[in-house]
């Protein structure tokens, strides 16, 4: 099996509200970006591949397991690590116990955990804060043990709903340098509105509005095949322009 992420004609209807509208798109091996204004389909994009939510119509294969079967869904939940915006972690629990309880969650054996737990906190540079309370990290630590609890049961597809929102500059740097990381061996996919993400982290990017895909590509191609020391293209367009363009 792979671990790339494959939709094809993917639409997610609520009553009468079209949400996702025939969705064709693969996410292979890395970070790619998933872009749009409010309300353009990301999250229900990544909330169909986390296996949360079933479409309307279309086809999703996840690492190669497809999402119409209950035995695919099953096979592929075992591949993925999904931090969603609004997550929850036991803030009267330790940093460790956090993660081990995220391993066991996954599957992992409890023999293992305890290591596998210490192993992913080392990664996301949060081993030597493993016995406080969860209560206790800032912001950017939070955000930290989210993704380690994401992926301690080392998945090969992993999908992030801004994980880099409401923390400080600095934090958000180590973050990206972390989902660089992590995208080296998985698939990522990274939802973000942040501009800065798109150009540090993400190869590709799609962009989604009103539920239709209007680009994907590799990001450099997006500002027209940008050649210019200051990041614009032939036609004088940015990076930050040549996104809000799409997205509007």
Known sequence: MGQSIDCVGVTKKYWRSEVLNKVTVSFPTGVTALLGTNGAGKTTLLSIMATLTRPTSG???????SLDTTAGVKE????????????EVIAGATVLENVE??????????????????????????????????????????????IACAVVHRPSVILLDEPTV????????????????????????????????VADIAKRTVVLRDGRMVFDGYTRDLAR???????????????????MELMT
């Open 59 to 65: 086809q999703v294969k996840v690492a190669g397991y």
């Open 101 to 146: 309880y995220s391993a066991w969650t996954h599957g992992v054996p409890a023999s293992d955990a305890s290591h596998m737990a210490e192993r992913m906190l080392k990664e996301v540079g949060l081993l030597e804060r493993r016995t406080i309370r969860a209560r206790k990290l800032s912001g950017g630590q939070r955000q930290r043990l989210g």
């Open 76 to 87: 592929a939940r075992q591949k993925i690590g999904f931090l969603p915006q609004s997550f």
């Open 166 to 197: 409401g923390i400080d500059p600095i934090q958000r740097i180590d973050i990206r340098g972390l989902i660089t990381t992590l995208g080296k061996t998985a698939t990522v996919v990274l939802s973000t509105h942040l501009i800065e993400d």
């Open 225 to 243: 095949g940008a050649q210019n020391t200051d990041g614009s293209g032939p036609d004088g367009k940015n990076l930050e322009e040549a996104l």
